[in-house]
C-alpha cells in the first residue's frame, strides 16, 4: 500500500513563494495520478493542481500561472511549486494518489492521502 507523506508547508508573506513535496512509500508512483488539494478553515477541500501517470497536467482558474506540479519519479516524489502566494490559498494542503487517474477536471485522486501539511500566507 502507498504512503504519502507532505512536507514544505509554513508561513510566508504574500507575493511569496512554497514548494511542497509529497513522497511515496511502499510503492512507487509511476503508474499513480497524483494530486494537490488544500482545505481552508470553515471551508470545503478543494483540488489546486493534478499531475497525471503520462506527465499530463490540470490547474483550476485559481492557481493557474502561478501554482506548478512536477514529479520525479526515481525519488517517488511530486512537488508542488507555489508562487506569487495570496492570503487565500492558505489552508492544509494534501497530496492523494490514485492509480492510473487522468487529470482533466473532472475529479480529482482520491485513493491514498497523506497527512496533510500546513500553509499559512500573511498579508
Known amino acids: 500500500e502507498v504512503q504519502l507523506v507532505e512536507s514544505g508547508g509554513g508561513l510566508v508573506q504574500a507575493g511569496g513563494s512554497l514548494r511542497l513535496s509529497c513522497a511515496a512509500s511502499?510503492?512507487?508512483?509511476?503508474?499513480?495520478?497524483i494530486g494537490w488539494l488544500r482545505q481552508a478553515p470553515g471551508k470545503e477541500r478543494e483540488g489546486v493542481s493534478c499531475?497525471?501517470?503520462?506527465?499530463?497536467?490540470y490547474y483550476p482558474a485559481s492557481v493557474e500561472g502561478r501554482f506548478t506540479i512536477y514529479r520525479d519519479n526515481a525519488k517517488s516524489t511530486v512537488y508542488l511549486q507555489m508562487d506569487s502566494l495570496k492570503p487565500t490559498d492558505t489552508g492544509i494542503y494534501y497530496c492523494?494518489?490514485?492509480?492510473?487517474?487522468?487529470?482533466?477536471?473532472?475529479?480529482?485522486?482520491?485513493?491514498?492521502w497523506g497527512q496533510g501539511t500546513q500553509v499559512t500566507v500573511s498579508s
Open positions: 499531475i497525471s501517470s503520462s506527465g499530463s497536467t
Open positions: 511502499g510503492g512507487t508512483l509511476d503508474d499513480y495520478g
Open positions: 492523494a494518489a490514485q492509480a492510473f487517474f487522468e487529470c482533466s477536471g473532472y475529479g480529482w485522486p482520491n485513493h491514498y
